[in-house]
């Protein structure tokens, strides 16, 4: 079992690397260089393919990657002059790839060739902003597939979950769903039952259930940090178990994981645990559920924590202080 980590190359990263898991004792080896890529902050690794966010000079962008023998080669990228994407998807199935561009207000829908070519088929920007500093402008931080195939985003600029058709292969908006202002919409996580989808606000520090069907609804609200924390937090990643019983969610600034049972079928969450990641600013970690493992990334301390999962879905540390490269995105890896 391996864990693959993209992130920033401001300072000593030189791309996508590679840690091993020792599956007997559970301990996690330092990182090797995988891809030498600039800025590879998020990707999407699935059948001997990775798609990852570049950076190349003044243009950003995405790359395709293709396994060939031990090592990745890139194999296309598109990229234009613009600052880079802050979230890349796939849908295998159709050979299509989405981005959310952050700083450009964008999300973008690409074809993907079997031999990895990457071509731009539609683009679209959204308008307005928010109530808070961070939200001048649409600040769109998140796209990827709903259970029916659609696309579902976030745009934490202008407090707004948009959904989008791509039918003939273009972008088509078909519903727009205000959340409160400040809230800061940053990632969506779909219980599996297909039934509601989870959103957590970056700027709120809260994670939001909605219902899911013809109609969308809010349902509660849920604190992601303790009432009494006065400092600065920015809720990060949202991951659930595979089963649907428990939800997790990371807390930069509060420098956390907090763990919720999942009630009701999805409609409900209850805290069961807020626990540090042993370092600063955990922007995205990782679920192993068939070994009951969970992996985080601290950004700013260079370093990641493994847990165990226990079965109650709380958290134990199993390893801490593994090194790494300005992580910001981490996935297990077979």
Known sequence: MNIITGGYTKKNSQGIYISK???????VSD??????????????????TIISILKNKDQG???????????????????KDQTPPAYVAVNKEHNLIFDANYHAGTVNLYS????????????????GKGIKDEQDSSHFHYIDLTPDE????????????????????????????????????????????????????ELGSEIKIFSYGEQIEEIESYPTIPAGYDGHNGASAIKISKDGTHLYAANRGFNSIIVFEVKNNGAKLKEIQNISTEGDFPRD???NDHYKLLFVGNQNTDNGTLFKI???????????????????FVEFFE
């Open 112 to 127: 993907l060739s079997n031999d990895g070519k990457i071509d731009l088929l539609d683009s679209y920007t959204n308008h």
């Open 285 to 287: 970690f990782a679920i």
């Open 61 to 79: 962008g995405i790359a395709c990657f293709k396994k060939q023998g031990e090592n990745f080669k890139k194999v296309s990228e598109y990229v």
């Open 21 to 27: 898991i020792n599956m007997q004792t559970y301990e």
């Open 150 to 201: 659609k696309l579902i985003s976030c745009d934490l600029g202008t407090d707004e979950i948009i959904l989008f058709e791509t039918s003939n292969k273009k972008l088509s908006v078909s519903q727009k769903i205000k959340v409160d202002p400040g809230f800061g919409p940053r990632h969506i996580i779909f219980n599996p039952n297909g039934n509601y989808f989870y959103c957590i606000g």
């Open 310 to 328: 226990l079965d109650n879905g709380s958290l134990k540390i199993q390893q801490k202080n593994i090194k790494l490269h300005e992580p910001t």
């Open 31 to 48: 990182p090797s260089l995988l891809i030498k890529i600039d800025n590879p902050t998020y990707l999407v690794i699935f059948d001997e």
